[in-house]
């Protein structure tokens, strides 16, 4: 976990305007990342993550188009690091998850990116990144969000 993202974390609540200003967030909290982090995004569907996980691909100089993994699970793109995008909607429980392989994930030298983590939380080391994203639609907010980042 990098030097810098602390000012990052400080912080207790960002929030975000539009799809362009997750991206630019996304692509600032990569700045620090380092190999083995592991950053869980959670939220709703609709909240952000993938928006924020296409801005941490950019910011790590991934050339590779992201989306949601939803179908595949994993995607794998390449960068400063490698990035490993997991998208566990579908896992049932952690042994699916554990079965797909993803602790040697957690384990390599690459920056894994959890959306929907509580699938799998018994699997999530200690030493991991937490993002929490809120929609704000309920409020008349359609393109706001409130962001909140943490180390358990």
Not at 14 to 33: C, W
Not at 62 to 79: A, C, M, Q, R, V
Not at 89 to 94: A, E, F, G, T, V
Not at 114 to 136: A, G, N
Request: negative net charge; glycine residues 12%.
């Amino acid at each position: 976990m990098g030097p810098g993202t602390p000012e990052l974390l400080a912080r207790t609540a960002i929030q975000s305007k539009s799809e362009d200003e997750t991206v630019r967030l996304g692509m600032a909290f990569s700045e620090n990342l380092q190999a083995g982090d592991v950053v869980a995004l959670y939220g709703d569907m609709g909240s952000g993550k993938t928006t924020f996980v296409r801005g941490v691909c950019a910011g790590l100089g991934s050339l590779d188009e992201s989306g949601s993994p939803t179908f595949t699970l994993i995607n794998e793109y390449e960068g400063r690091l490698p990035i490993y995008h997991f998208d566990f909607y579908r896992i049932n429980c952690p042994a699916e998850a554990e079965d797909l392989g993803c602790l040697e994930y957690f384990d390599g030298g690459g920056v894994c990116l959890l959306e929907w983590p509580d699938r799998v939380q018994p699997l999530l080391p200690l030493r991991r990144f937490e993002i929490h994203f809120h929609h704000l639609f309920a409020t008349g907010l359609e393109s706001h969000r409130e962001i909140r980042i943490s180390m358990p």
